[in-house]
């Protein structure tokens, strides 16, 4: 099956440093990758849909200025966690949009874990 | 209310034991996904349905659209079915998911 990778898996940065995380579909190409945000024993939020040469479109209440993302390529897309702060810390899955065998379907990354002291 | 609904929230089984998890849906949807979630983070797609019914070892989900309702069976449950099993739909039109909250399955040895 697809593969999508995250890098780094855990990350533990200072508060007011800028930390970015990758996502890569190995194995195919993606034109539509997403970002979530999971904070413990809760489900995904979805953050923001990134399609590959264009802006970000961001859910209502994330500030697109904060979680940067990019989509630079059919097969990488990062987010980049601005002047980070603790209460930033959370768990960040992405997950690439394909289409198999006529359907569409997404494959996930196995996740960042961020932490900011 | 959300969009999607799971039940039971948690589920303590013994090894072996037939499992069910439910997940209702209140919107029109195009697909509906069957995710694992082990406790390290990742996630797994197990199912994607847009009708009837799918077999993978001893997982099976079903979804009946016109009830808006899929179900998540395991057969003869293991200890490394332990997870947390998340229902989520694309809406008809969409392109990106809605998550229902998860059932956290612990099955003692």
């Known amino acids: 099956g697809a593969v999508v990778s995250q890098h780094p898996s855990r990350v533990i940065c200072k508060s007011g440093t800028s930390v970015k995380i990758e996502c890569r579909s190995l194995?195919?190409?993606?034109?539509?990758m997403f970002w979530y945000r999971q904070f413990p024993k809760k489900s995904l939020m979805l953050m923001a849909t990134?399609?590959?040469?264009?802006?970000?479109?961001?859910e209502q209440g994330v500030e697109k200025d904060k979680f940067l993302i990019n989509h630079a390529s059919l097969t990488l897309s990062t987010l980049t966690v601005t002047s980070a702060h603790p209460e930033d810390s959370s768990f960040y899955i992405c997950?690439?949009?394909?289409?198999?065998?006529?359907?569409?379907?997404?494959?996930f990354g196995p996740g960042t874990r961020l932490t900011v002291l | 209310k959300n969009e999607v609904e799971q039940s039971p929230q948690n589920l303590t089984a013994q090894e072996g034991e037939f499992i069910t998890i439910n997940c209702s849906y209140s919107?029109?949807?195009?697909?509906l996904h069957w995710l694992q979630q082990h406790p390290g983070g990742g996630i797994v797609s197990l199912f994607m349905?847009?009708?009837g019914k799918k077999k993978h070892g001893r997982l099976i989900a079903t979804i009946n659209i016109q009830e808006k309702h899929s179900s998540l069976h395991i057969t003869a449950s293991h200890p490394r079915d332990s997870a947390v099993y998340i229902c989520?739909?694309?809406?008809?039109?969409?392109?990106?998911?809605?998550f229902g909250t998860g059932t956290r399955l612990t099955v003692i040895p």
């Open positions: 997950s690439a949009g394909a289409r198999t065998s006529g359907t569409d379907t997404q494959y």
């Open positions: 194995d195919f190409q993606a034109t539509t």
């Open positions: 990134s399609n590959e040469g264009s802006k970000a479109t961001y």
């Open positions: 919107v029109g949807i195009s697909a």
């Open positions: 349905l847009s009708s």
């Open positions: 989520a739909v694309r809406r008809t039109g969409a392109n990106n998911l809605f």
